[in-house]
C-alpha cells in the first residue's frame, strides 16, 4: 500500500515535445504528492507539488495532472528544451500524519535539440 | 544559505575496508533521510531521523551498515565491511518535517574494488 508506480522509466523526445510521464499509487491516504528533477550528478530537488483538493497545478512549463477516483497523477512539461534533460521523481506521502514520502522508480527523460 | 553537505564526494576503497560518510543537515531542519541510489534499484531509503532519533531504519540492507546522529547537525553512515554491491551514490537529505519537502545534498559516489 505504500508503492508509488510511475511510468516510463525512459523517454525520449525532441525540443518542443511534451513529455508526460505518470505515476499511480495504492494508499488512498495519501495527500501530498511532489516531483522530483535531478540532474546527472546532483542530488533531487523538488520541482512542483500537488494536494488532491486540486486536479491540476501549473508552475511555468511544468504542470502536474491529478486524478483522485483513479488514483493517478502525471507530470506534463510544455515545450520541452534540452535543459529539461533529466530523472524526474514522483512521490507521496501522508503529509497530515507526518509521514515521510515514498518516492517512485524515476524516469529518465532527454530532449533532443 | 548553505544546503545539505555531505563529505567525501567520492570514495574508492577495497572490498573488506570500513567506510564513513557524513552528513550536515540544513540548519532548524528536523528530520535526516539517507538514500542510497543505484540504476538497477533506483532511490532507496535507507533510514530516517526524527529530532535524532532513528525513525525507520528497515532500508538498511544489513548489519554492515550503520547510521547515528549524534546531534542536529551531523550524521554518520558506516558501511563495515563494505562489498562491492555496496557501489552507489549515498545521498542525505533533510527537511523541517519527514513529510515535508526534502533538501538533497549532492551525494557520495563510493566505489567498492
Known amino acids: 500500500q505504500q508503492q508509488v508506480k510511475q511510468s516510463p522509466q525512459s523517454l525520449i523526445v525532441q525540443k518542443g515535445g511534451i513529455p508526460i510521464i505518470n505515476c499511480a499509487y495504492e494508499n488512498t491516504a495519501f495527500d501530498y504528492f511532489p516531483w522530483y528533477q535531478q540532474f546527472p550528478g546532483k542530488g533531487p530537488a523538488l520541482l512542483i507539488a500537488i494536494r488532491p483538493d486540486v486536479s491540476e497545478k501549473k508552475e511555468g512549463r511544468f504542470t502536474i495532472s491529478f486524478n483522485k477516483s483513479a488514483k493517478q497523477f502525471s507530470l506534463h512539461i510544455m515545450d520541452s528544451q534540452p535543459g529539461d534533460s533529466a530523472t524526474y521523481f514522483c512521490a507521496a506521502s501522508k503529509e497530515t500524519s507526518g509521514s515521510r514520502l515514498t518516492f517512485g522508480e524515476g524516469t529518465q527523460l532527454t530532449v533532443n535539440p | 544559505d548553505a544546503g545539505v553537505i555531505q563529505s567525501p564526494r567520492h570514495e574508492v576503497t577495497e572490498m573488506g575496508q570500513e567506510v564513513t560518510l557524513r552528513c550536515k543537515p540544513i540548519?532548524?531542519?528536523?528530520?535526516l533521510f539517507w538514500y542510497r541510489q543505484t540504476m538497477m534499484r533506483g532511490l532507496e531509503l535507507l533510514i530516517y531521523?526524527?529530532?535524532?532519533?532513528?525513525?525507520?531504519d528497515s532500508g538498511m540492507p544489513e548489519d554492515r551498515f550503520s547510521a547515528k546522529m549524534p546531534n542536529a547537525s551531523f550524521s554518520t553512515l558506516k558501511i563495515q565491511p563494505s562489498e562491492p554491491r555496496d557501489s552507489a551514490v549515498y545521498f542525505c537529505a533533510s527537511a523541517w518535517r519527514p513529510a515535508g519537502e526534502l533538501f538533497f545534498g549532492e551525494g557520495s559516489r563510493l566505489t567498492v574494488l
Open positions: 540548519s532548524g531542519h528536523n528530520s
Open positions: 531521523f526524527n529530532n535524532n532519533v532513528p525513525i525507520d
